[in-house]
């Protein structure tokens, strides 16, 4: 991160303006509707920003900048085509330590600014850092077609009643679960209807109506897809950015985990092959007794909860103690990875069905009904099975799977790290103990992973080194 976002509060503080021309017009625009007084400097000044700053408090100077001008000031910009005056001004600011701006000149600024959605009290701002401004504005074009004018009016409304509330609950859980339920209700449907008055009414009565000593915890058992965060659903996305608590497990990118509300607790328990950073028994625990505390919990796991994720047996202890959840599906690897791998599950020349498979059972064995994964025409998934490779692709050729059937081995799919391997049951093995592909990855067996060359998306991202493919999923990103 480049800068760090902050609001500056210039209510009632000095704002040096050094430029009189259009740019300047805009900063001042700004620069005034924060109620700051600004002082304007240049030999030209625009007609209507003199106007404008005048009316506001200010001052347009007609003249020659003088360092002298930036004693007890609070904000600088630097808004003229003069370059060695942009750079004085610049020295004059960080001899006086005073933010500065200096309009397209990013090495000359202590601040920027972003392109703005103006909902005040609701304000955001985007920014790229100087990069790119014209993506910063089709960004905050985006936001304000996504952001009703309605936000506005509402985040009036709470500021109203934002010490009621403060006076009745005494814990920030306690507010933070109050204002959520209130800002996703029926309170905020009827100020985007424009009905102002009767969500006053509505929330003063749903305050009077709250019991401040409920404790009311729930868990939120959500699938964070294989990797990729553009994998994530929107309920995902909006569980994951309420909960007090986040217990993530190893198959959970970064990317992932960054997208949890900011604020909240994060621990890690993941599970790795005779490594195990909480047990399953302690992970249960951790979210009925987080829960009991009247958190918000968030499970989030990698793939799916229910697809060899063991979520069944953590809401089954939840169940015990009645208490409440609720269950987020994701996207699981082997639809996601195959798919970012170019190998389709099903094709009607090759595979009619397929088989989800875990090559790891309870009891670290893979006594597996081979016999069910080795009819024609259907693509086998295994899960976990990368250190157990060399025994199904032995015991699928001893039931009866041609030795020269298509494997392939996905690992870290859809991630920037993602790699594919590609072989056969007889070889695949072998290539894998030459390439030592990391964990975790898959195991597609079947013909449709003969159509991989063809399909993968990653066009002349591509690298074919001996059957073992390298693509960047991200490689156009930039």
Known sequence: MEYLPLFFKLDDKTAVLVGGGQVAL??????????????VIAHHILPELVELVEQNNGEAIIGEY???????VDLVIAATDNLSLNEQVHHDAVARHIPVNVVDKPDLCSFIFPAIVDRSPLVIGVSSGGE??????????KLETWIPQGYSRLGKLVGQFREQVKGRFTTINARRTFWEKTLQGQVAEKVFAGRDEEAAELLQANLDAADPDQQVGEVYLVGG????????????????????????????SEEVVDLCRRDADKVFVGKRRDNHAVPQDGINQLLIDYALQGKRVLRLKG??????GRGGEELESLKEHNIPFQVVPGITAASACSTYAGIPLTHRDYAQSVKLVTGQLKNRTTDLNYAELVHPNQTVVFYMGLHTLPVLAQNLIEHGKPADTPAAVVSKGTTRDQQVLIGTLADIAEKQAQAQLPAPALIIVGEV??????LTWFGDQV?????LVLPD???TED
């Not at 805009?26 to 002082?39: D, E, F």
């Not at 003088?66 to 007890?72: F, G, H, I, R, V």
């Open 26 to 39: 805009r900063k001042a625009t700004l620069l005034v509707r924060a109620r700051a007084q600004v002082k």
């Open 66 to 72: 003088q360092a002298e001008m930036l004693e007890k």
């Open 132 to 141: 790119s401004p014209v993506l910063s504005r089709l960004m905050r074009a």
């Open 225 to 252: 897809g294989p990797g990729d965060p553009e994998l994530l659903t929107f309920k995902a996305l909006r569980l994951m950015q309420q909960a007090d608590i986040v217990l993530y497990d190893s198959l959970v």
């Open 303 to 308: 793939g799916d909860p229910f697809i060899f």
């Open 449 to 454: 992973v003969n159509l991989q060359e063809n």
């Open 463 to 467: 690298l074919h080194n001996h059957g």
């Open 473 to 475: 999923a991200h490689a």
